[in-house]
């Protein structure tokens, strides 16, 4: 199986010159990105806004009226730059994924190359499958009930009001859209560990009872303290938790049929 590495017998010096390399194409592609988006970083948190703005739609307020604070003079300026490495992060990502898989690449058989690359290409689309469903669903769910809350001066009450801080709302989003891209990542990291033998899909089957009370203990650490964020989390994970028992079934039938092929080719010679 040697012969199937292309990587050849190389010095230390050299592997480390190759990652220098690796390292610099990753980061002049974040740093450009970067750039870009502190350029437009204004505007990019504008569409953030507009989950918010669905939301206080729904709560039958003046949309009109939507506002946002700061209550630091630097706050909305690191708020931006936050926005800008976000958004960075996503535009250059590609370009880091495919710096990583061609310096790993060539110490790989071909055969793992060829079960790597799948999951190369799938692993951003399940993330941005769980960034939409946070943008268009989760975000506006979730503001929808803080907005609910608020109290009209109604026989002598007192007004409370909802003023969202740009930082803390940019935190809540990020904190959403993280914790959903990476909850999607579920299948791809449970069928890779499949295929490569580290798991079965009937110790993943039978350790379902404990991953489901798992999925609601990560989901309401790191979601907020609202009963519709923590379920609308903890829901998909099980769900995918379901995909990837399925997913991993179909790897080893797939793989016993193979080896079943090989046997009746081996004694046939």
């Known amino acids: 199986m040697s012969g199937d590495i292309d990587d050849k017998p190389q010095p230390l010096i050299e592997h480390l010159i190759e990652l220098r390399s690796r390292l610099i194409w990753a980061l002049g592609a974040f740093f450009v990105a970067f750039i870009i988006c502190f350029y437009f ?7 953030l806004v507009i989950p918010y703005k669905w939301a206080v739609s729904w709560a039958g307020l003046d949309v009109t009226k939507t506002e946002l604070i700061y209550t630091a003079p630097q706050e909305f300026f690191f708020t931006q730059v ?15 994924a495919s710096q990583v898989y061609k310096f790993v690449a060539p110490g790989l058989y071909k055969n793992e190359r060829a079960a790597f690359l ?7 689309i399940l993330f941005l499958l ?5 943008y268009f669903v989760f975000t ?7 907005l609910a809350m608020q109290q009209a001066p109604e026989e002598g009450g007192v007004a409370i009001s909802l003023l969202p801080r740009v930082s803390e709302y940019l935190s809540l989003i990020m904190t959403l859209i993280f914790s959903f891209g990476l909850v999607f990542q579920l299948p791809v ?7 490569v033998g580290i798991l079965e899909s009937q110790w993943l089957a039978e350790k379902r009872k404990y991953f489901i009370v798992v999925a609601f203990v990560i989901a309401a650490i790191v979601t907020p303290p609202d009963p519709l964020s923590q379920i609308g989390l903890a829901l998909p994970t099980i769900l995918l ?7 991993a079934r179909l790897i080893e039938k797939k793989r016993a049929a193979t080896d079943l092929a090989e046997v009746g080719s081996a004694e046939q010679t």
């Open 241 to 247: 938790y379901e995909v990837a028992i399925y997913a």
């Open 118 to 124: 799948p999951f190369l290409v799938a692993s951003p």
């Open 82 to 96: 936050k926005v800008a490495a976000f958004c960075a992060m996503v535009i250059a990502f590609p370009v880091i």
């Open 189 to 195: 990291v449970t069928t890779l560990l499949v295929r």
């Open 130 to 134: 769980g960034a939409s469903l946070v």
């Open 41 to 47: 970083a204004k505007q990019l948190f504008n569409l």
């Open 140 to 146: 506006p769910m979730v503001m929808w009930f803080f």
